[in-house]
């Protein structure tokens, strides 16, 4: 079970960052990712880390403003947001997977999904 947290409002130019804890001892051997969802958008990949944190990959409207990274022994992957803009507006959730290949990038390879957290940022 995934529980993501941290979402709020915040001005354009600011920094959130969001957490999202997993229950269970098999949180290290899953791959992890964030996706968004803005209203009347479909929901779209922002990162993916592997389980080892080793290999990290970014959506390029985030790449040089977001930070994903991971604690294994603490069960909990993080997103830390900077320089945030009115178009990073969205309902942020945290996904677990197995699975390592070209399709990350898409909601349908993940299994486990947290609830959400809401951020939205005011320009």
């Known amino acids: 079970q995934l529980q993501a947290s941290g979402g709020g409002l915040v001005q354009a130019g600011g920094s959130l960052r969001l957490s999202c804890a997993a229950s269970?001892?098999?949180?290290?051997?899953?791959?992890m990712a964030w996706f968004r969802q803005a209203p009347g958008k479909e929901r779209e990949f922002v990162t993916y880390?592997?389980?080892?944190?080793?290999?990290?990959h970014y959506a390029d409207s985030v790449k040089g403003r977001f930070t994903v990274s991971r604690d294994n022994a603490k069960s909990t992957v993080y997103l830390q947001m900077n320089s945030l803009k009115p178009e990073d507006t969205a309902v942020y959730y945290c996904?677990?997977?197995?699975?390592?290949?070209?399709?990350?990038?898409?909601?349908?390879?993940?299994?486990?999904w947290g609830q959400g957290t809401e951020v939205t940022v005011s320009s």
């Open positions: 996904a677990a997977t197995r699975v390592y290949n070209d399709r990350i990038y898409s909601p349908v390879e993940y299994a486990s």
């Open positions: 269970g001892r098999t949180f290290s051997s899953y791959h």
């Open positions: 880390i592997t389980m080892s944190g080793i290999m990290i």
